[in-house]
């Protein structure tokens, strides 16, 4: 019998930090390019905060890497059009939103308000989704795998929501929809839904598959994006 292979290793703190450097520059461009120039971007206070934000959870990530080693034993098939999908769709987010504004089109009410609440939802996604990827640790994929020695993770913010990384996801677009003020990018958001609801089927297809009655009684007591209320007693 062969040895099994060496577990693959997550990439360095340096490439991490750069990687989440390009990420916020990429954004911030796309950004400009909807708003009109870059001029415009550095005079929007609240585009501003949201890359301040993804920044700062970016970079707050890469230097806690929380995902250090991958070593699979079971994988489960995905339509080769999934990841991309889940990379791009989130991306122009942003962009569609800041375009709407600047053109002022279907403007949402509410004005500031409801502009910096945005702003703070989508903050408070980002934050969700890197509290669910440091709860799993070597256990997060951005493929639906299972590691050596996988422990079905059922606690933290996992006792209350099965996806909160998904969550974390939905959040910063929706966040960033109402940061600009116009419901012009909740096009791509319900896209993103879409995918997010496909993504969490298949998720929990091999979550079953791998755990059996573990995963059921798990999902029995706790919702897929929203926390199950208590049934009543009768």
């Known amino acids: 019998m062969s040895a099994p292979p060496p577990a693959a290793r997550s990439v360095s703190p340096l490439l991490a930090v750069a990687g989440s450097l390009a990420a916020t520059a990429l954004d911030a461009a796309l950004i400009a390019l909807g708003l ?14 949201l ?10 990530l890469s230097l806690m890497r929380p995902v250090r080693t991958h070593d699979p034993v079971a994988t489960a098939p995905e339509p080769p059009w ?21 053109r002022g089109l279907w403007l949402l009410p509410g004005g500031a308000v409801v502009q910096w609440s ?21 256990r997060f994929s951005p493929l639906l795998v299972a590691q050596r020695g996988h422990a079905l993770e059922t606690s933290g913010l996992y006792a209350l929501v099965r996806h909160p990384g998904y969550l974390g996801t939905f959040l910063v677009a929706l ?21 997010l609801d496909q993504r969490m089927r298949r998720e929990d297809a091999f979550l079953e598959s791998q755990f059996g009655e573990v995963f059921r009684r798990w999902r029995e007591k706790v919702g897929r994006l929203l926390p199950r209320l208590p049934r009543a007693r009768g």
Do not use: K, N
Not at 175 to 195: E, I, K, N, P
């Open 118 to 138: 945005g702003v703070m939802l989508s903050g408070l996604g980002f934050a969700l989704r890197i509290a669910a990827i440091m709860r799993l640790g070597s």
């Open 36 to 49: 009109g120039g870059f001029q415009r971007l550095l005079a929007h206070p609240r585009a501003l905060a």
């Open 175 to 195: 966040g960033t929809v109402l940061a600009f003020g116009s419901a012009l990018g909740l096009a791509l958001v319900a896209a993103l839904y879409l995918l």
């Open 82 to 102: 999934t990841l991309p999908a889940l990379l791009v769709v989130p991306l122009f987010v942003p962009a569609l939103s800041a375009w709407g504004e600047a």
């Open 51 to 60: 890359l301040a934000l993804w920044l700062a959870g970016g970079l707050s």
